[in-house]
């Protein structure tokens, strides 16, 4: 039998706590993680590899969780650390300095995730090379705020450029890839191509569906769009049905109600709602998004912002 503190089983009960995140239940994962750590400084200390990635965990399963500025705030307070106990150019670095890029810009603070991801990009290719895994993430994650921060087209056209390399990189059927084609088929819709972008989600989503299945978190994004295409392009009442079905299993896979993506469902329904004049039920359901994105993500951004606009168009504002 292994004693409390044996290495072996410290290490067991850390991918326990990760494999707990990979399914969806991101406090569990937390809450075990914390637990893995406190042993850890007590064992191992403060500065080793083992300690620092458990506190990289922590950090991600916060953001993942819904929690996305305590995450950010985890990150940004390990980056230091990791440099210190580890050269600037390795992995564990690079990426910490990716999670803090990322998550300014899914907080909607576009200028500074666009300029954090660019000075990653320019290290990424010193220490990879052009075409690395790691390289074309940067590549990705640059086209994809670029797009939320309103320059469509420039996205757009940044993975035009960018499909032929991560399908060379990562294949044809990786998640990287796929995000890839679903963000193109996205950023075709929001300029204003509903008709090319409702059968590019469609292909995308096959194919998700055969290698992830239908209810992996990359393929629920997929399906929402497909509910809202299909809402915009005259059939409200199918994407209705799929929205509550989406909610529902969005509601199992996140265990959380406040969880943006959940959030995103409720503001679908609300506004497909509102397309079948049921503008009562539309009306509350939105002030309910609003008051949580609010609570979640902040007045400013613009999920915030795009919630109020819809609720104060059919208040007659």
Request: a negative charge; charged letters at 30%; hydrophobic letters at 40%.
């Amino acid at each position: 039998m292994l004693d409390a503190d044996d290495p072996e089983l410290l290490e067991t009960r850390s991918r326990i706590a990760y494999a707990t995140g990979e399914t969806g239940d991101f406090a569990e994962a937390v809450a075990l993680h914390r637990q893995v750590l406190a042993d850890q400084e007590r064992l191992l200390g403060p500065d080793d590899p083992h300690t620092l990635d458990t506190r990289h965990h922590i950090a991600y399963w916060t953001g993942r969780g819904g929690a996305r500025e305590e995450g950010l705030r985890l990150h940004e307070e390990l980056l230091p650390d990791l440099e210190h106990a580890l050269s600037p150019t390795d992995v564990a670095v690079l990426e910490e300095r990716h999670y803090i890029a990322y998550w300014h810009g899914m907080l909607g603070r576009y200028d500074q995730a666009l300029e954090l991801h660019a000075e990653l990009l320019r290290d990424r290719i010193k220490v990879f090379g052009e075409e690395h895994e790691q390289v074309v993430f940067s590549r990705m994650n640059i086209c994809r705020f670029l797009g939320d921060s309103g320059r469509l087209q420039e996205a757009l056209d940044g993975y035009g450029e960018l499909l032929p390399l991560v399908t060379r990189v990562r294949g044809a059927y990786h998640p990287n890839t796929f995000l890839v084609r679903l963000n193109t088929a996205r950023f075709t819709w929001e300029l204003g191509d509903a008709a090319g972008a409702l059968p590019l989600h469609e292909e995308v989503l096959r194919d998700q569906t055969e290698v992830l299945g239908d209810t992996h978190p990359a393929a629920m994004i997929t399906r929402y769009n497909i509910a809202m295409l299909k809402a915009e392009l005259g059939d409200p009442v199918t994407a209705l049905a799929e929205l509550d079905v989406l909610l529902e299993q969005r509601l199992a896979r996140y265990a959380n109600p406040k969880h943006p993506e959940v959030i995103t469902t409720r503001f679908g329904r609300a506004r497909t709602l509102a397309r079948l004049e049921e503008v009562e039920p539309a009306v509350a359901l939105l002030r309910e998004v609003v008051a949580d994105r609010a609570r979640v993500l902040g007045e400013k951004h613009r999920d915030t912002r795009e919630a109020r606009e819809v609720l104060d168009g059919l208040l007659g504002g």
